[in-house]
């Protein structure tokens, strides 16, 4: 018998496969086989922390047990899908699809299909969020759509529309209030209030590029864990080496400090003091750590050839990051930057630890 | 690779650089199998019965309105037209 809180699954993108690990001891536990394509997996957690919900490109939903190292289930339910979101309840699981574009809605305990919102349209972006809600944005349209699943068999759906061009990435601040959509097609992003969705989106950082031609973006940004500390918000300027800070009480642009490359994960260390950033191609061996008082960066870190990704403790006295190109997951001790360990995986990309289970919005 | 103009064909290690660059780089929109995400799917049967060479423009060049970059900085002509010959024939298994 064990408890799940110190538990962690790492994604494997090529072998279809995931690590489990723990964080106490800082080691591998287990390897769970059958996942299928997981190029941009993503995964949330069951409120109790024991299971995961994994979301692979080829559209399978698979629910594994982090107890039993295993599949319990397992449904393929698109042709391309791209992520997805537990309901506020633990009880409804909403996966984001390209292909056909769409969200599809199931029972969390048996992942029997509930519902499906057809959108036309490539959904990312896609979140929980209070009321037993979730909120996704629609790539070719530009709308932002806030689906109530209260009854989910009957799901009710609110379009906010011209929210702005090609919205790529989305995600709710970590108070649930606010709603976020990166914007690759316009300098800017749009911003829903969820106190108050009827008044619409508003643009905030409209023409942060200030006219000058943006860089060839060469990976998105991600937002799913973008930070938020310290009443700023770090958001990724597109196609720019360059994060932009954000007064959350206003939401008008705070400054904007120039780092190694275009980022791609902003991730707030617990405590709101620093944000460690890592970057697209071909700029991803670097981690950068940006200091929010004082706006400077404070240490940089080559971790390894093509970082993907990076996730925090939850109390913030380990961050582990994945780099792909030399199959590695290296854990630091974020106070020291002192290498903790290193535990071998096949290209791994995304880290997640349990203790999302408990946070709106993973 | 039948089909693949045996003077394009680079030499290893680059051959393997570019075979992981489509795989994975590329693979961050078109998916590591190439049968799409926000990119579009680009298996054999979806490229088909596109123009080689307007492939191997958009690969050096991007496409404008589009999220797909210019790749002529980290690719020369004729390693463009490689990758296109690649995708054609399909990515081979690892």
Request: proline share 6%; with cysteine; aromatic share 8%.
């Given at each position: 018998?064990?408890?799940?809180?110190?538990?962690?699954?790492?994604?494997?993108?090529?072998a279809?496969?995931?690590?489990?690990?723990?964080?106490?001891?800082?080691?591998?536990?287990?390897?769970i086989?059958?996942?299928?394509?997981?190029?941009?997996?993503?995964?949330?957690?069951?409120?109790?922390?024991?299971?995961?919900?994994?979301?692979g490109?080829?559209?399978?939903?698979?629910?594994?047990?982090?107890?039993?190292?295993?599949?319990?289930?397992?449904v393929?339910?698109?042709?391309?899908?791209?992520?997805?979101?537990?309901?506020?309840?633990?009880?409804?699981?909403?996966?984001?699809?390209?292909?056909?574009?769409?969200?599809r809605?199931?029972?969390a305990?048996?992942?029997?299909?509930?519902?499906?919102?057809?959108?036309?349209?490539?959904?990312?972006?896609?979140?929980?969020?209070?009321?037993?809600?979730?909120?996704?944005?629609?790539?070719?349209?530009?709308?932002?759509?806030?689906?109530?699943?209260?009854?989910?068999?009957?799901?009710?759906?609110?379009?906010?529309?011209?929210?702005?061009?090609?919205?790529?990435?989305?995600?709710?601040?970590?108070?649930?209030?606010?709603?976020?959509?990166?914007?690759?097609?316009?300098?800017g992003?749009?911003?829903?209030?969820?106190?108050?969705?009827?008044?619409?989106?508003?643009?905030?950082?409209?023409?942060?590029?200030?006219?000058?031609?943006?860089?060839?973006?060469?990976?998105?940004?991600?937002?799913?864990?973008?930070?938020?500390?310290?009443?700023?918000?770090?958001?990724?300027?597109?196609?720019?080496?360059?994060?932009?800070?954000?007064?959350?009480?206003?939401?008008?642009?705070?400054?904007?400090?120039?780092?190694?490359?275009?980022?791609?994960?902003?991730?707030?260390?617990?405590?709101?003091?620093?944000?460690?950033?890592?970057?697209?191609?071909?700029d991803?061996?670097?981690?950068?750590?940006?200091?929010?008082?004082?706006?400077?960066?404070?240490?940089?870190?080559?971790?390894?050839?093509?970082?993907?990704?990076?996730?925090?403790?939850a109390?913030?006295?380990?961050?582990?990051i994945?780099?792909?190109?030399?199959?590695?997951?290296?854990?630091?001790?974020?106070?020291?930057?002192?290498?903790?360990?290193?535990?071998?995986?096949?290209?791994p990309?995304?880290?997640?630890?349990?203790?999302?289970?408990?946070?709106?919005?993973? | 690779?039948?089909?693949?103009?045996?003077?394009?064909?680079?030499?290893?290690?680059?051959?393997?650089?570019?075979?992981?660059?489509?795989?994975?780089?590329?693979?961050?929109?078109?998916?590591?199998?190439?049968?799409?995400?926000?990119?579009?799917?680009?298996l054999p049967s979806?490229?088909?019965?596109?123009?080689?060479?307007?492939?191997?423009?958009?690969?050096?060049?991007?496409?404008?309105g589009?999220?797909?970059?210019?790749?002529?900085?980290?690719?020369?002509?004729?390693?463009?037209?490689?990758?296109?010959?690649?995708?054609?024939?399909?990515?081979?298994?690892?």
């Amino acid at each position: 018998m064990r408890g799940t809180g110190d538990l962690g699954l790492i994604v494997e993108r090529a072998a279809g496969r995931v690590k489990l690990v723990e964080t106490t001891g800082r080691s591998e536990l287990a390897s769970i086989d059958g996942l299928g394509d997981l190029s941009h997996a993503s995964l949330v957690y069951s409120r109790d922390g024991r299971y995961a919900y994994v979301f692979g490109r080829d559209g399978g939903l698979s629910k594994v047990d982090l107890l039993r190292a295993s599949v319990e289930r397992r449904v393929i339910q698109a042709g391309n899908s791209i992520g997805g979101a537990i309901s506020q309840d633990g009880r409804l699981i909403a996966v984001a699809n390209y292909e056909p574009g769409g969200v599809r809605i199931f029972d969390a305990a048996t992942l029997e299909p509930l519902a499906e919102v057809s959108t036309g349209a490539k959904v990312v972006g896609i979140t929980d969020a209070s009321g037993n809600r979730f909120v996704f944005s629609l790539f070719e349209a530009g709308e932002i759509w806030i689906v109530d699943a209260s009854v989910p068999r009957a799901p009710r759906v609110e379009k906010i529309r011209n929210v702005g061009k090609q919205p790529y990435d989305g995600f709710v601040t970590p108070d649930g209030r606010h709603y976020i959509a990166g914007l690759f097609g316009e300098d800017g992003l749009a911003l829903v209030d969820l106190w108050n969705p009827e008044a619409g989106a508003r643009r905030i950082l409209a023409g942060y590029g200030r006219g000058a031609e943006p860089m060839p973006v060469y990976k998105m940004p991600h937002l799913r864990g973008w930070a938020v500390a310290g009443g700023l918000a770090v958001l990724p300027a597109i196609g720019r080496n360059e994060v932009l800070l954000v007064d959350t009480a206003t939401w008008r642009e705070a400054g904007r400090i120039t780092v190694h490359g275009q980022p791609v994960f902003a991730i707030a260390q617990p405590g709101g003091r620093r944000v460690w950033v890592n970057f697209a191609f071909p700029d991803n061996d670097t981690v950068q750590v940006i200091d929010l008082p004082t706006r400077r960066i404070v240490k940089e870190l080559k971790p390894g050839r093509a970082v993907l990704h990076m996730e925090f403790t939850a109390r913030g006295e380990q961050v582990w990051i994945s780099s792909r190109d030399d199959d590695a997951v290296i854990v630091y001790d974020p106070a020291s930057f002192a290498e903790l360990a290193r535990i071998r995986a096949e290209k791994p990309s995304g880290i997640f630890l349990t203790s999302r289970a408990f946070m709106t919005g993973f | 690779m039948a089909a693949a103009d045996a003077a394009h064909v680079p030499a290893e290690p680059r051959r393997g650089e570019l075979v992981n660059m489509v795989r994975q780089d590329c693979g961050s929109c078109h998916g590591l199998t190439m049968k799409g995400g926000l990119g579009p799917a680009l298996l054999p049967s979806n490229i088909a019965a596109k123009d080689p060479e307007q492939l191997r423009f958009v690969i050096l060049h991007g496409r404008r309105g589009t999220p797909m970059p210019p790749w002529s900085r980290f690719l020369s002509d004729a390693e463009a037209a490689w990758v296109v010959d690649l995708l054609r024939a399909g990515l081979p298994r690892d």
